[in-house]
């Protein structure tokens, strides 16, 4: 078995690189804090009627990237809290000890915990981040990023309220996301070097956290300042470029495609990669393509978009390198395609 993330090498722990580690986090905060203001005021421009001047593809924009938005944003600050939580007031070693030995079984016991924290995939990032500070491997916490936002009661009650038990949507989507996520944390776990996946600031994180003796209110205070200044430009990036794409690409394109057994599921993939949607209300934006899309796109867009959109890929790399996502998109993504031809193919 992998073993935890171990402190990095001496170069994160430098000194000198402390100052500069606030003042990107600061920078970083004042983006995310600047970026609520202008989507706030010119939303109420817009109300007011003085953004008429505004193009329709602009005004576009900033409602689909706005939307997205002020939908994560509180599942990130409550993926925070609770990360904070974790760190903080959770035993060093309280969930290792309480995990079986064996990978494979306390990797599907991970896939689970989502049952127990019904964080959507926006916060379940910063909780990820925690998890692997507090003892878990690089495997087991991409096991719960993934499955997590899936296999939690929210997102099943959802499902069920839209598709019932019809065409076996709500049952493909509970055991895809369960199986492409196991596999997924079975790949990277096999890894002979796991630090290497993670992004030198977030080696930094975890290396000061083993050794950080300050009192914790004050550790807790300096660590809601430094996730929030790294999680929310990278959500503001994110959706700045979902709202983009939305506008640039016709969805009237996408919808010719759906009666294509094979067309319709990687259409509806690329569809769920764009709009981002959280996994909480992502089943309602599809079901208005229930009667256009074969029943394997549906479940493969509502197993892809959770796992793997833009604004997820976004609040991964504050966590994850470049090549590690790349490797993660590639597996998710022909895992749920997969998923979905199979079900095209039964239908």
């Known amino acids: 078995m992998t073993r935890p993330i171990a402190p990095p090498s001496r170069r994160a722990r430098t000194p000198g690189l402390q100052p500069r580690r606030r003042a990107a986090g600061a920078i970083g905060l004042g983006i995310g804090v ?31 990237s706005a939307s997205v938005v002020i939908e994560s944003l509180p599942f990130v600050f409550l993926g925070i809290a609770l990360s904070i939580a974790v760190q903080l007031w959770l035993p060093p070693d309280f969930l290792v000890r309480r995990l079986p030995a064996n990978g494979f079984v306390r990797r599907m016991v991970i896939s689970l915990l989502g049952i127990l924290l019904p964080v959507c995939e926006c916060g379940n990032v910063p909780l990820a981040r925690g998890l692997l500070v507090r003892g878990l491997t690089v495997g087991e916490s991409m096991t ?8 939690n009661p929210v997102t099943i009650i959802t499902t069920y309220q839209a598709f ?24 990277f ?8 996946l993670l992004t030198p600031s977030f080696q930094a994180v975890c290396a000061r956290e083993h050794t950080d003796a300050a009192p914790k209110p004050r550790r807790g205070a300096r660590m809601f300042v430094e996730e ?54 992502d089943v309602f934006f599809v079901l208005a393509f229930g009667s256009t899309f074969m029943p394997g796109a549906i479940v493969a867009f509502l197993v892809f978009g959770p796992m793997i959109d833009i604004k997820m890929l976004a609040l991964m790399r504050t966590t994850f390198t470049s090549r590690t996502l790349v490797q993660l998109t590639a597996i998710v993504a022909l895992g749920a395609a997969a998923l979905g031809l199979g079900v095209n193919l039964a239908a």
């Open 34 to 64: 600047a970026a609520i203001a202008a989507f706030a005021a010119i939303r109420i421009q817009t109300t007011d009627g003085t953004g008429d001047a505004l193009s329709d593809a602009v005004q576009d924009f900033v409602t689909l």
């Open 164 to 187: 019932g038990w019809e065409d076996g949507i709500l049952v493909w989507r509970i055991v895809g996301g369960f199986v492409i996520a196991n596999l997924v944390g079975w790949v």
């Open 189 to 196: 776990s096999r890894h002979p070097d796991p630090t290497s």
């Open 144 to 151: 719960f990023l993934l499955a997590a936002p899936i296999l």
């Open 228 to 281: 929030t200044s790294a999680m929310l430009p990278a959500l503001f990036i994110g959706s700045a470029i979902a709202g983009l794409i939305q506008v640039a690409v016709s969805r009237e394109i996408l919808i010719t495609l759906g009666q294509n057994p094979v067309l319709s599921v990687f259409a509806l993939m690329a569809l769920a990669f764009v709009v981002a949607l959280c996994s909480n209300v």
